[in-house]
């Protein structure tokens, strides 16, 4: 008899030791750096605001212009970034997004970057969480700043303020 509980006792032992490495491992192949790195990613794809998505260009006039939508962006190479060649915003603070285009039907948004006239922010450049691809067409897209100057619930203005191709 004692020899049945010892084999019990040894089993029970052993299933403990084995579930506490399995689970060791599942933590450890769970939250590792690459989990750290998905983590950034699905931070970029929310399009989180930060610091980085309001820098202006040096060469980015001084003050924003506020008046009538008129958004010029010209054709340029694929990649993580655009150019906007000039701005003419309709709204003092907002956001400008580079979005898909395809059909006549906007997609999925890019990259947005705020733009404010208190602040001093006239962005020439949108940064992306994803390269634009050579042959394909994007619509660029104002968003009006819903008090909180984080991007996310703020108010899409009706249309579309241009498009370009990407060479």
Same mark, same amino acid.
């Given at each position: 008899?004692?020899?049945v509980e010892?084999? #019990?006792?040894q089993k029970?032992?052993?299933?403990? /030791? /084995?579930?506490?490495?399995?689970g060791?491992?599942l /933590?450890?192949a769970?939250s590792g750096?690459?989990?750290e790195?998905?983590?950034d990613?699905?931070?970029t794809d929310?399009?989180?605001?930060?610091t980085t998505?309001?820098?202006?260009d040096?060469?980015?006039?001084a003050?924003?212009e506020v008046?009538?939508a008129?958004?010029?962006?010209a054709d340029?190479?694929a990649g993580?970034?655009?150019?906007?060649?000039?701005?003419?915003?309709?709204?003092?603070?907002?956001?400008?997004a580079v979005?898909d285009?395809?059909?006549d039907?906007e997609?999925?948004v890019?990259?947005? /970057?705020?733009?404010s006239?208190? #602040?001093?922010l006239?962005?020439? #450049?949108i940064?992306?969480?994803r390269?634009?691809?050579?042959?394909q067409k994007?619509?660029?897209?104002?968003?009006e700043?819903g008090?909180?100057n984080d991007?996310?619930g703020?108010?899409?203005?009706?249309?579309?303020?241009?498009t370009?191709?990407a060479?």
């Amino acid at each position: 008899m004692a020899d049945v509980e010892t084999q #019990d006792s040894q089993k029970t032992l052993v299933a403990f /030791v /084995v579930g506490l490495l399995i689970g060791g491992m599942l /933590v450890w192949a769970f939250s590792g750096p690459a989990d750290e790195k998905k983590k950034d990613a699905m931070k970029t794809d929310e399009i989180t605001a930060s610091t980085t998505t309001e820098t202006t260009d040096s060469s980015a006039p001084a003050t924003m212009e506020v008046g009538e939508a008129n958004i010029k962006v010209a054709d340029q190479d694929a990649g993580m970034s655009v150019k906007i060649d000039s701005a003419t915003y309709p709204v003092e603070e907002g956001w400008i997004a580079v979005r898909d285009y395809q059909d006549d039907k906007e997609g999925y948004v890019l990259g947005a /970057v705020r733009f404010s006239k208190a #602040d001093g922010l006239n962005p020439m #450049d949108i940064v992306l969480t994803r390269p634009t691809v050579a042959g394909q067409k994007y619509a660029i897209s104002l968003y009006e700043e819903g008090g909180d100057n984080d991007w996310g619930g703020d108010k899409k203005l009706d249309g579309i303020f241009g498009t370009f191709m990407a060479k």
